[in-house]
């Protein structure tokens, strides 16, 4: 079955750039999508197509995908965004199947 | 704007089905082409995606759980809902109803708020 792989957690001080990588076979062919999930709430979309940011999700998220990993960004990372942040994606076998990574847990301190 | 909401039992017992509905409000679940899904969390555990429907009754289902998955939908009452069978405490987990966007690639792009299921006798 199609896996997506992120590393599980990533640590970074206030205002400093994080970067969370996901790795798949197929993101050569397929978008990656990015999500954020803070305690006890429901994920939110804060990437999708690769490098599109939503309305409303603030300029430091930026995104982007080279050969088969996709990486999720935060310029000048603040306090209020330590989550947790799965990369999302379709397998490319015809199957119709949506696949997470396994999540990433950004601390920010 | 659009708004989906959860509803079922939050507690289920061993070798039972798991049954939840996901209500759209504030628009049409037919209108737009979009499919509509359930994903799952465990607690302190990543999300898994169960399967999709779209407003025809076509579907699509995880091959981990496609032998004990239905997804439904029913139009008049602007509801799709989610059945799992022969369920174990692994199936303890916040299920999510959510909107798909897109066509050959395609994602998540409005959430529920989740309902917890525990599988507990």
């Known amino acids: 079955s199609y896996e997506l792989t992120q590393p599980p957690s990533v640590s970074v001080s206030p205002g400093q750039t994080a970067r969370i990588t996901c790795s798949g076979d197929?993101?050569?062919?397929?978008?990656a999508y990015w999500y954020q999930q803070k305690s006890g709430q429901a994920p939110v979309l804060v990437i999708y197509e690769d490098s599109k940011r939503p309305s409303g999700i603030p300029e430091r998220f930026s995104g982007s995908s080279s050969g088969t990993m996709a990486t999720l960004t935060i310029s000048g990372a603040q306090v209020e965004d330590e989550a947790d942040y799965y990369c999302?994606?379709?397998?490319?076998?015809?199957?119709?199947?949506?696949?997470f990574g396994g999540g990433t847990k950004l601390t920010v301190l | 704007q659009v708004q989906l909401q959860e509803s079922g039992p939050g507690l289920v017992k061993p070798s039972q089905t798991l049954s939840l509905t996901c209500t759209v409000s504030?628009?049409?679940?037919?209108?737009?082409?979009?499919?509509w899904s359930w994903i799952r969390q465990p607690a302190g555990k990543g999300l898994e995606w169960i399967g999709r429907?779209?407003?025809?009754?076509?579907?699509n289902y995880n091959p981990s759980l496609k032998s004990r998955v239905t997804i439904s939908v029913d139009t008049s009452k602007n509801q799709f809902s989610l059945k799992l069978s022969s369920v174990t405490a692994a199936d303890t987990a916040v299920y999510y109803c959510?909107?798909?966007?897109?066509?050959?690639?395609?994602?998540?792009?409005?959430w529920g708020r989740g309902t917890l299921v525990t599988v507990s006798s």
């Open positions: 429907i779209y407003t025809s009754g076509s579907t």
């Open positions: 197929a993101l050569p062919k397929k978008y």
């Open positions: 959510a909107r798909v966007s897109g066509s050959y690639d395609w994602y998540f792009d409005l």
């Open positions: 504030g628009g049409s679940i037919s209108s737009g082409s979009y499919y």
């Open positions: 999302y994606s379709t397998d490319s076998s015809g199957n119709h199947t949506g696949v």
